[in-house]
């Protein structure tokens, strides 16, 4: 089964919905959850601005997972 994935430029866009996405960080390839509501990757919506931002990471290009 062959999937295609579309990459956005987190420094561009960054997802409009909540949820796990592929993303690539200094080299490496990691699925993170992304909190919509923070704008922040690494964090959930139910946390608290101060806590997402604590454990946010820096993301340079992400793409929607493709669903199984």
Do not use: Q
């Amino acid at each position: 089964m062959k999937r295609t994935l579309n990459f956005k430029n987190a420094f561009e866009e960054l997802p409009k919905e909540s949820g796990e996405y592929l993303c690539y960080i200094d080299g490496e390839w990691i699925v993170l959850e992304y909190s919509a509501k923070h704008r922040l990757f690494n964090a959930f919506d139910h946390w608290s601005y101060e806590d997402a931002y604590k454990g946010n990471i820096k993301v340079t290009y992400w793409a929607k997972l493709p669903e199984m």
